[in-house]
């Protein structure tokens, strides 16, 4: 083979204006950001299922994709867990049903329901002389993702448990709802709740 026949082993696979993509399909490359306060804390990645690598360090999981933690939420109930490709499959359907309705891309209404169902309020309970008092505090930028999957996930599993709501219906409903700050979805009704309890208890 001559030398300029050659493939150049610093160009990116697939050719030069092909990047990586989430399930071969997805772009991750202009995903836009609303909340500054937890965009180091929503990463984005095109690796969906990295078998475990973050949980060796505390916080670590930060720095894997939203996706995927979206997925490993999706997993703690008690009929789903361990089932990974499952949910992965669940997800990739309901990623393709967002895009039909939306002619978005399913990545950025993901960061989008993240972060509009993500409370900024919650409430601790303080002991005075053995009297409980709740508290209002400010939540922890990291906290606020992990409770707003938490309550994503919750939502998904409402809609399709015992349900002739299919789980990617379920997913996609919930996403794009709270996307688009539907009080209606799971997610955004009780981040609603709780920064109410929260400014009633200032």
Known sequence: MAAEDQPDPD?????????????GT??????????PSTERYITVTPVAHTAGRHASKQFQKSQISIVERFINRLMQTEENTGKKQKTLS?????FDLIHERTEENPIQILVTAVENAAPR?????LKYGGISVPKAVDVAPQRRVDQALKFLAEGVHNDSFKSSTSVPEAIASQLTGAANYDVQTYAVSQKEEKERVAAAAR
Not at 26 to 35: F, H, K, L, P
Not at 90 to 94: G, L, N, Q, S, T
């Open 26 to 35: 997805w772009e991750i490359d202009e995903i836009a950001y609303e909340d």
């Open 11 to 23: 160009a990116p696979a697939g050719g030069a204006d092909v990047g990586a993509q989430l399930f």
């Open 121 to 125: 309020e919650e409430t601790v309970r």
């Open 90 to 94: 669940y997800v990739r359907e309901a």
